[in-house]
């Protein structure tokens, strides 16, 4: 397993990266359209599964965009149940007395549902970039049986992610009441989502392809 912190240095190995973080960070800035960002980080995975980790041109843009799209639709789909749950929960809360405590209840299990689906996506989405099919984004018996096979690692990987993110969101909140954080947002995003989909495509590069 490498170092955590040899990590954050890799999207830096690009000669160019100043210039295409910056990018990253317009898209990010543009909505709709900051879709291409989610289908960059696909171009992303593919490119940096040999021993170089070289960031990806910015170029074919329909193709970005029609992939991140793809990648919004299966986030979607997966987060659609624990959603109903969720708005379920609140509407039973709404009707007071004991169904109050069901309705809680209803909310626990959709918040271990998003639980869940936050847990698999890095694979889902791995598995996505490698055969770019979006039927097998939801080979859900496959997907278990890869995870089970690097467990530890897997979880030590999420886990990660999850400290990299609340840092970013931290260092944002920090900085926002200078409106520095605002700016610096788009960018801090997208480099942290490189990192991560570095670290599992090394992880799992090979199961899902």
């Known amino acids: 397993m490498e170092q955590s ?3 954050l240095k890799i999207p830096f190995q690009d000669k160019d990266w100043l210039k295409k973080l910056g990018l990253g960070g317009l898209v990010g800035l543009i909505p709709i359209f900051n ?5 960059y980080l696909l171009e992303w995975v593919l490119s940096s599964s040999g021993e170089e980790a070289s960031l990806p041109e910015w170029r074919e843009w329909g193709k970005l965009f029609a992939n991140g799209l793809m990648v919004f639709i299966i986030i979607l ?4 149940l624990p959603l109903i749950f969720l708005l379920m929960g609140r ?9 109050i405590v069901l309705g809680y209840m209803v909310k626990f299990l959709a918040a ?11 694979l889902v989405l791995i598995q996505f970039a490698y055969r770019e099919k979006i039927a097998e984004a939801f080979q859900l018996k496959l997907i278990g049986e890869v995870i089970v096979g690097v467990l530890p690692e897997y979880i030590f990987s999420y886990l990660f992610s999850l400290g990299l993110m609340i840092a970013a969101w931290v260092i944002i909140a920090i900085l926002s009441p200078i409106y520095l954080g605002y700016i610096l947002a788009p960018v801090l ?10 670290r599992f495509s090394r992880l799992l590069g090979k199961s899902a392809a």
Do not use: K
């Open 35 to 39: 879709l291409s960002l989610l289908g």
């Open 91 to 99: 509407e039973v809360i709404n009707l007071g007395g004991m169904a």
């Open 189 to 198: 995003n997208f480099y942290i989502g490189l990192i991560i989909f570095y």
């Open 5 to 7: 912190t040899s990590y």
């Open 112 to 122: 271990f549902g998003f639980g869940l689906v936050s847990f698999i996506l890095p």
């Open 77 to 80: 789909i997966y987060c659609l």
